[in-house]
């Protein structure tokens, strides 16, 4: 099959006729759509199941843990308010970006603050973390997300991959118009199929 076949079955015959114009709708937007459908799919089975798809990564490079350290003791420990907890975090983080605050529910708990550093690749659901001592405003742990591994950054990217934000609007265009092409592929797969079958 050379170039010039190739290239005349995939066109869109506009002056065809109505079943011409479905097969190529059905044909041409299956073949435009796959690479993003796989990887769709891809991202949704990694995020669905960290605890089968992180050993496989860690194979390759290692993957951080999130700390998960615990504010001092509690005896007639007061709080800090949250204002001194951000400034004390953005001093350790003078270029980030902050997007949430975790308020400590338990006695036990640290403040964690999340900011989003260049190299994210999500705004909305950043991974760079500092944790801070309730109590005394002690940093405990700082987690610094582009820095991670080759791991720690393909699991950055899955999120904002499948939901399209890690190519901004256009992005999140392709990906709202995925969402109805399996919707398009069947009602087009079911129409030529009707027609083949009444011939």
């Known amino acids: 099959m050379g170039r010039i076949e190739v290239i005349s079955r ?52 290692p993957l951080s843990r999130m700390p998960d350290p615990v504010s001092g003791s509690t005896d007639g420990g007061r709080r800090l308010n949250v204002d001194r907890v951000l400034a004390i975090a953005g001093a350790v983080v003078p270029d980030g970006n902050l997007r949430w605050v975790k308020v400590p529910s338990k006695g036990e708990d640290a403040y964690v603050v999340r900011f989003w550093q260049t190299g994210e690749p999500s705004r909305r659901f950043p991974k760079s973390s500092v944790w801070i001592d309730q109590y005394n405003g002690r940093v405990l742990a700082i987690h610094n997300a582009p820095q991670g591994s080759v791991s720690d950054r393909i699991v950055l990217w899955l999120y904002p991959l499948h939901g399209g934000e890690a190519f901004g609007l256009i992005g999140r265009s392709l990906v709202a118009f995925l969402g109805l092409v399996p919707a398009i592929l069947f009602i087009t797969g079911l129409v030529r199929w009707r027609s083949k079958c009444a011939r």
Do not use: E
């Open 10 to 61: 995939l066109a869109f015959r506009f002056q065809g006729t109505g079943q011409r114009k479905i097969y190529d709708t059905h044909r041409l937007i299956g073949l435009a759509s796959l690479i993003l459908l796989v990887l769709s799919a891809l991202t949704a089975v990694a995020m669905s199941l960290p605890k089968q798809v992180r050993p496989l990564l860690a194979m390759a490079s």
